[in-house]
């Protein structure tokens, strides 16, 4: 029986080894919470500026009837404000991860990660372009659910080199967008939800299941 035992053991190590240098594993549930707070405080400052109520629809309207003065401080306003969240998000989860890979002692980088961040990168940067091309003929309201299409589709390329639950969060990002292309008055709203809600949802859910 404990000869029965400790193969079963070696059999789970040899698992465990093969996880460990096939999958990226460091990935943060603190730092999915904290990305879709951040999320959330960024559409919030973006009403706030545009001064609208959160229940107002045709929210890429804002510039009927402004200046050309005002129309390009609520563009730089909006600009900047997405920055500072991208940005904030880009921090936070390259933190968190070098922490939980220093702490599980794994390699911080590594061929793993490497193909993680490429085939990341290959989805989100078409989405950017794309939503370029979107503002340069002016559709400016499918830009919003662009971006939760694009990222889910990003999550998805990734998903096979980390944590499955990364696939999951895909999905639902680009269920998200599709259903915001269509009611496009609310896009970001859409937003808020795509990008913080659920982000608040997968970071807990990992936090209880992969870090606590």
Same mark, same amino acid.
């Given at each position: 029986m404990d000869k029965k035992q400790d193969q079963l053991n070696e059999l789970r190590e040899i698992r465990?080894?093969?996880?460990?240098?096939?999958?990226?594993?460091?990935?943060?549930?603190?730092?999915?919470?904290?990305?879709?707070?951040v999320a959330i405080m960024g559409v919030a400052a973006a009403y706030l500026f545009l001064g609208l109520d959160f229940s107002e629809p045709g929210y890429y309207q804002f510039a009927v009837g402004q200046t050309l003065a005002q129309e390009? =401080?609520?563009?730089?306003?909006?600009?900047?404000?997405?920055?500072?969240?991208? =940005?904030?998000?880009?921090?936070?989860?390259?933190?968190?991860?070098?922490?939980?890979? $220093? $702490?599980?002692?794994?390699p911080v980088w590594d061929a793993t990660a490497s193909r993680l961040l490429i085939n990341m990168m290959?989805?989100?940067?078409?989405?950017?372009?794309?939503?370029?091309?979107?503002?340069?003929?002016?559709?400016? =309201?499918?830009m919003a659910? =662009?971006?939760?299409?694009?990222?889910?589709?990003?999550?998805i390329n990734a998903s096979k080199?980390?944590?499955?639950?990364?696939r999951y969060l895909g999905i639902l990002e680009v269920v998200v967008g599709l259903v915001a292309s269509i009611f496009?008055?609310?896009?970001?709203?859409?937003?808020?939800?795509g990008f913080g809600v659920l982000h608040l949802v997968?970071?807990? $859910?990992?936090?209880?299941k992969h870090e606590r």
């Amino acid at each position: 029986m404990d000869k029965k035992q400790d193969q079963l053991n070696e059999l789970r190590e040899i698992r465990n080894l093969m996880e460990r240098s096939s999958r990226f594993l460091s990935l943060s549930g603190i730092a999915g919470i904290i990305v879709g707070v951040v999320a959330i405080m960024g559409v919030a400052a973006a009403y706030l500026f545009l001064g609208l109520d959160f229940s107002e629809p045709g929210y890429y309207q804002f510039a009927v009837g402004q200046t050309l003065a005002q129309e390009s =401080a609520a563009y730089a306003f909006l600009f900047a404000d997405f920055m500072v969240v991208l =940005a904030v998000s880009l921090f936070t989860a390259v933190f968190f991860a070098v922490r939980n890979a $220093k $702490k599980r002692g794994l390699p911080v980088w590594d061929a793993t990660a490497s193909r993680l961040l490429i085939n990341m990168m290959i989805p989100l940067a078409a989405g950017g372009i794309f939503c370029l091309i979107l503002w340069y003929h002016g559709y400016v =309201a499918l830009m919003a659910p =662009a971006t939760l299409i694009f990222y889910g589709l990003a999550m998805i390329n990734a998903s096979k080199y980390t944590i499955i639950d990364i696939r999951y969060l895909g999905i639902l990002e680009v269920v998200v967008g599709l259903v915001a292309s269509i009611f496009i008055e609310y896009g970001l709203l859409f937003w808020a939800f795509g990008f913080g809600v659920l982000h608040l949802v997968y970071g807990i $859910k990992i936090y209880f299941k992969h870090e606590r």
